[in-house]
């Protein structure tokens, strides 16, 4: 059995020698053939270099450095291309999920013949702000997703090769990982953690905000439709008061002149044009998935290892 570890580098320079110490030793007890690739993604920091001396000393580390930074889920997806193993360890470098989850994770696997085991945190870390806008976060995404998120869900998951390979062959450009995670399907089951807080999350309110943006109006249809049924309803209304003011008129000779035209105008023709543009929306959507293929990362340079994957 050959076992893959694949972590990322951003600001990782404190903790990367006791992350490969660890996570190694963890590794040598399940299996003797074993790979770890780490993931430049651009750190700014002395990163790279320490994985490269690391590297080294250690053949069984490939180092994939990004031409710039692209982001976490980014650099994630890079090092999954890359990854040959019949397991695959995903975890974050920075020590806050502790390596040693890996004999946890793979106990659970086999016992229970899972695909994947995935960590979750029982209560969000971080202040008060940031536990009321990851709540909104997911809040939002249940309402608007066509796929929910799991909640509370962490990086550290330990899959077999056939899930590694449904997942890589997702080409969606603008997405988050946990929602390929989830719609990849397999048998998965989430296994309680608890997250350590060692360092200050690099995802500012604004970056969530984003992130939860770009998941609903990438993934999800359901806004479309919503737009489509609120112009339905209001050329409907529109029609309605028209008819009404009609008979109204017929019957009883009674009118406002001037502004009931107008009024029952703008409402008509503005209900008709977001249909519309509904409708456009829906195809336009569509296409957007399609067209593009953008890759993910640019690779500079594979340090050890083969050449295969893609980046």
């Not at 020590?95 to 960590?119: C, K, M, Q, S, T």
């Not at 990849?184 to 989430?190: E, N, S």
């Given at each position: 059995?050959?076992?893959s570890i694949i972590a990322t580098l951003y600001r990782?320079?404190?903790?990367?020698?006791?992350?490969?110490?660890?996570?190694?030793?963890?590794?040598?007890?399940?299996?003797?053939?074993?790979?770890?690739?780490?993931?430049?993604?651009?750190?700014?920091?002395?990163?790279?270099?320490?994985?490269?001396?690391?590297?080294?000393?250690?053949?069984?580390?490939?180092?994939?450095?990004?031409?710039?930074?692209?982001?976490?889920?980014?650099?994630?997806?890079?090092?999954?291309?890359?990854?040959?193993?019949?397991?695959?360890?995903?975890?974050?470098?920075?020590?806050?999920?502790?390596?040693?989850?890996?004999?946890?994770?793979?106990?659970?696997?086999?016992?229970?013949?899972?695909?994947?085991?995935?960590?979750?945190?029982?209560?969000?870390?971080?202040?008060?702000?940031?536990?009321?806008?990851?709540?909104?976060?997911?809040?939002?995404?249940?309402?608007?997703?066509?796929?929910?998120?799991?909640?509370?869900?962490?990086?550290?998951?330990?899959?077999?090769?056939?899930?590694?390979?449904?997942?890589?062959?997702?080409?969606?450009?603008?997405?988050?990982?946990?929602?390929?995670?989830?719609?990849?399907?397999?048998?998965?089951?989430?296994?309680?953690?608890?997250?350590?807080?060692?360092?200050?999350?690099?995802?500012?309110?604004?970056?969530?905000?984003?992130?939860?943006?770009?998941?609903?109006?990438?993934?999800?249809?359901?806004?479309?439709?919503?737009?489509?049924?609120?112009?339905?309803?209001?050329?409907?209304?529109?029609?309605?008061?028209?008819?009404?003011?009609?008979?109204?008129?017929?019957?009883?000779?009674?009118?406002?002149?001037?502004?009931?035209?107008?009024?029952?105008?703008?409402?008509?023709?503005?209900?008709?044009?977001?249909?519309?543009?509904?409708?456009?929306?829906?195809?336009?959507?569509?296409?957007?998935?399609?067209?593009?293929?953008?890759?993910?990362?640019?690779?500079?340079?594979?340090?050890?290892?083969?050449?295969?994957?893609?980046?």
């Amino acid at each position: 059995m050959k076992l893959s570890i694949i972590a990322t580098l951003y600001r990782s320079a404190r903790d990367l020698a006791e992350f490969h110490r660890r996570a190694m030793r963890a590794a040598e007890a399940l299996t003797s053939d074993i790979e770890m690739i780490l993931v430049d993604d651009g750190s700014p920091d002395d990163s790279l270099d320490i994985a490269l001396r690391l590297q080294r000393d250690d053949p069984r580390i490939v180092v994939a450095e990004l031409a710039r930074n692209f982001g976490h889920h980014r650099a994630m997806m890079t090092g999954l291309a890359y990854a040959t193993g019949d397991l695959v360890l995903l975890i974050d470098s920075d020590l806050e999920e502790p390596p040693e989850l890996l004999a946890i994770f793979h106990e659970r696997l086999v016992a229970g013949n899972w695909d994947v085991v995935y960590g979750v945190q029982a209560d969000r870390r971080g202040g008060f702000i940031q536990r009321v806008t990851g709540e909104a976060f997911f809040k939002m995404t249940e309402l608007l997703s066509d796929h929910p998120l799991p909640r509370n869900v962490i990086t550290a998951r330990l899959m077999r090769r056939a899930y590694v390979d449904a997942l890589v062959a997702h080409r969606d450009r603008s997405f988050l990982i946990a929602h390929l995670w989830s719609i990849a399907g397999f048998r998965q089951t989430a296994m309680e953690v608890t997250k350590l807080s060692l360092s200050p999350t690099t995802y500012s309110l604004c970056r969530r905000v984003e992130m939860g943006i770009q998941h609903v109006t990438t993934t999800s249809t359901k806004i479309l439709y919503l737009i489509f049924y609120a112009g339905s309803g209001i050329s409907g209304v529109a029609l309605a008061l028209m008819l009404f003011f009609l008979i109204r008129y017929l019957r009883q000779g009674v009118g406002v002149g001037g502004w009931t035209s107008l009024f029952l105008s703008l409402w008509f023709f503005g209900g008709v044009i977001i249909q519309i543009l509904g409708i456009l929306g829906l195809y336009i959507a569509n296409i957007y998935q399609e067209v593009k293929e953008r890759p993910y990362t640019h690779l500079r340079r594979l340090h050890g290892g083969g050449q295969g994957g893609e980046g």
